[in-house]
């Protein structure tokens, strides 16, 4: 008896469902908040060497502010004073010449910097004074935030398979909260730093648990509905950051700001269940029918006690090790499961580079900043809606390969598109946000919808590693355009197409059940092989022409 034919007994897709998919709501909003808090936090505002140590007295008295600054710092091609220099002696000659000599020596700000405090009234960039020779420890911030998610991914995999998805959400919760409030309050960046890798840490165990949650508990035929609907979560989150940030400049407040709807997340944990999947492949049949009779009464199924004994249970799936604690090292064991993690997380890499590549360099559209990031969050609601549709009728396969390869063409367009076109630029710059973030929501069911149940959450959880790995390193690839501008550009554009025709590789698995075992996942390779001669239509596990 499979577990879909039982939880079709409860209403596979009844109120209950729907109130778990809702409950996951408010703890998914803070998530891109925090992923992308860097566009604000982190932001450097135009600043130059600070000359209040010249004083105010004596020939310094008599100028004005603008003339301190003619006579103490030269000026930039754009007119601007330069940022991370100044005059090693004051040049009174410029307040008749305008024209800065280049014999004339300059030397590295002496006394700190000054900062346009009319956007920011705090960022890490003025808190840490993080500007010219440590402009890159701005972007390093987010690397280790990543660096911080992908170790998390890794953590959280293990144990939740091993412990279960509900007690492991409430750790991430906690941990969540502490770290990100402790960063809020870091007297220096090193621990800021530190605490940001431990937030990273503890907020991917919400990303995956809650999602994993879900969608173990609802039917076949609702589970794109499903992966799609509880995503919005996530451009809802992200729309939601550019109003907080605009009305909350400060940085230490902006990330309480954000933090703080897990306070209630955590109020309300005590009404999400447990998987009832997890619970009967760790042999805890007693507790898992305990939930579906609770699911069953829920949904208005009063028949379902008589209709499905607790012996039944028993009779889901066979494992041949009950109780056998599965690690990552049994992702590889077995070939097509091998193979299987090989693919998912080259796509997932190529997924996450490419959308991070694209969010993290909001400043590029020449727009203001909130409206830029807006934009950005907007276009990814049609963009899921549409996909709801792709995903039912083309499937799972050609939807993600077709996502990936056409974000790679429109980062592809914009290279080659000279920059005064910027209007039509910046539409391609959206649809190609538009495909990244359909690519990332489409890889996030596609991939539990791949592994099977008693090694889903290490299966998600290797491959959010990749993902994170893929967002960490892409910050940092942003810092290559001072040796070309448009190599990060093509570099996001290599990964996203390759990565497209990697996902071509992986089987279909629109509307087929989910796998219970390992054995599960061989053995529909083995029924594939003895279906291809003569088959047509879309393949099965792991039926198509590369394989």
């Known amino acids: 008896m499979k577990f879909e034919s039982i939880l079709e007994e409860t209403d596979g897709f009844g109120r ?8 996951m709501y408010i703890p998914r909003i803070p998530i891109p908040c925090h992923f992308l808090l860097n566009n604000f936090i982190a932001a450097i505002p135009s600043h130059h060497c600070n000359i209040s140590s010249l004083g105010s007295e004596g020939i310094f008295g008599n100028l004005t502010q603008e003339e301190r600054l003619t006579v103490s710092i030269p000026v930039q091609d754009d007119g601007t004073p330069a940022s991370c220099h100044m005059f090693s002696y004051p040049q009174f000659h410029l307040l008749s010449n305008f024209s800065s000599p280049s014999e004339v020596a300059v030397v590295q700000c002496q006394n700190g910097w000054e900062y346009d405090n009319s956007t920011f009234i705090s960022t890490l960039a003025t808190q840490f004074d993080l500007v010219c020779e440590k402009r890159g420890l701005a972007k390093a911030s987010a690397t280790i935030f990543f660096v911080g998610v992908m170790a998390g991914a890794v953590f959280f995999g293990v144990l939740c398979d091993k412990y279960g ?21 870091s007297s220096n960046y090193i ?6 890798f431990l937030t990273g840490f503890a907020l991917t165990g919400i990303i995956n648990i809650s999602f994993v949650l879900s969608i173990e ?3 076949t035929k609702h589970r794109t509905f499903i992966g799609v609907f509880g995503s919005i979560s996530w451009s809802l989150g992200n729309m939601l950051l550019a109003g907080f940030a605009y009305l909350v400049t400060d940085w230490r407040m902006l990330i309480i700001t954000v933090t703080s709807p897990l306070l209630l997340a955590t109020a309300i944990w005590w009404w999400i269940p447990e998987s009832a999947r997890w619970l009967i492949a760790n042999g805890k049949a007693e507790t898992a029918y305990k939930y579906l009779q609770k699911c069953a009464t829920f949904n208005k199924r009063r028949d379902f006690t008589s209709r499905v004994k607790l012996e039944a249970l028993s009779t889901v799936m066979t494992v041949e090790q009950q109780g056998h604690s599965y690690t990552y090292l049994d992702l590889f064991k077995t070939p097509q499961l091998r193979r299987l993690t090989l693919f998912t997380g080259v796509v997932w890499y190529g997924v996450a580079s490419t959308y991070y590549g694209i969010s993290l360099n909001i400043t590029s559209f020449g727009l203001d900043l909130y409206l830029t990031h807006f934009i950005y969050a907007a276009i990814e609601v049609p963009a899921k809606i549409l996909i709801y549709f792709s995903l039912n009728k083309v499937g799972r396969r050609i939807t993600q390969t077709g996502t990936l390869v056409l974000t790679g063409f429109c980062i592809l367009i914009n290279i080659i598109t000279p920059t005064e076109y910027w209007m039509f630029r910046t539409v391609i710059a959206v649809l190609g946000k538009g495909l990244s973030e359909a690519s990332f929501t489409t890889v996030f069911l596609y991939t539990t919808e791949l592994y099977p149940t008693v090694m889903r959450q290490n299966g998600v959880g290797y491959a959010s590693f990749m993902a994170r790995l ?9 810092l290559l355009e001072d040796t070309w501008k448009l190599l990060p550009e093509v570099i996001f554009c290599t990964v996203a197409i390759f990565s497209g025709l990697i996902a071509w590789l992986l089987p279909e698995t629109n509307n087929e059940r989910l796998p219970e075992t390992i054995e599960d996942i061989e053995e529909m390779r083995k029924k594939s092989n ?18």
């Open 16 to 23: 209950y469902q729907i109130a778990l998919v809702l409950l």
């Open 165 to 185: 998805r509900r007690s492991m959400l409430l750790v991430s919760y906690v941990s969540s909260i502490v770290f990100s409030v402790v960063s809020a309050f």
């Open 191 to 196: 621990m800021f730093a530190a605490f940001r």
């Open 217 to 219: 508990w609802v039917d």
């Open 470 to 478: 893929g967002a960490s390193i892409s910050p940092l690839i942003m």
């Open 530 to 547: 003895q279906m291809t001669s003569g088959s047509s239509g879309l393949p099965l596990w792991f039926q198509h022409p590369l394989c």
